[in-house]
């Protein structure tokens, strides 16, 4: 019975007044440059403090490694180059891994301007226009608002 119904609200369409939807629509674009903003300022921050942290870390190994060849290559007995490799190596590959928060204030200005330019009083939405436009719910949603979150926690 459940499965029937919610079957059913995917195939439903609503009829929805322009200006309100409008006000919606722009009330959920201004909330998402918020959070945008607020995310990419926090990304700003933590990226800095992982390069720095990743570059200090990388500047002990490089140090580590640089005593290590030059050892081997004081050490090194040509009548016995067992162990002694064709290259040094003086640090491996160092990164940091971050998600960047994306804007996807387009979407809504997509919405906002199919409204607008429709002539009638009154639209008919979709179950699936009616989910992104009026309860902002997107397809991007779930990623946005994690990783927004994580952003803003680091606070």
Not at 25 to 46: C, P, T
Request: a negative charge; proline letters at 2%.
């Amino acid at each position: 019975m459940a499965q029937l119904m919610r079957e059913d609200v995917k195939n439903r369409k609503v009829e929805v007044n322009r200006e309100k939807l409008l006000d919606i629509l722009r009330s959920n674009k201004q909330k998402h440059i918020n959070d945008y903003r607020e995310a990419l300022q926090g990304y700003k921050e933590m990226a800095l403090e992982k390069l720095q942290d990743g570059y200090e870390k990388a500047k002990v190994k490089l140090e580590k490694n640089l005593e290590r060849g030059k050892t081997s290559i004081a050490e090194f007995d040509p009548e016995n180059p067992r162990g002694v490799g064709d290259y040094l190596t003086l640090i491996e590959g160092v990164s940091v891994e971050l998600k960047v928060p994306r804007d996807f204030s387009k979407d809504y200005d997509a919405a906002i301007d199919m409204a607008k330019w429709d002539v009638r009083e009154t639209l008919e939405l979709s179950n699936a226009e009616f989910q992104c436009f009026v309860r902002d719910v997107w397809d991007w949603t779930n990623d946005f608002v994690t990783i927004s979150t994580m952003y803003k926690s680091s606070k």
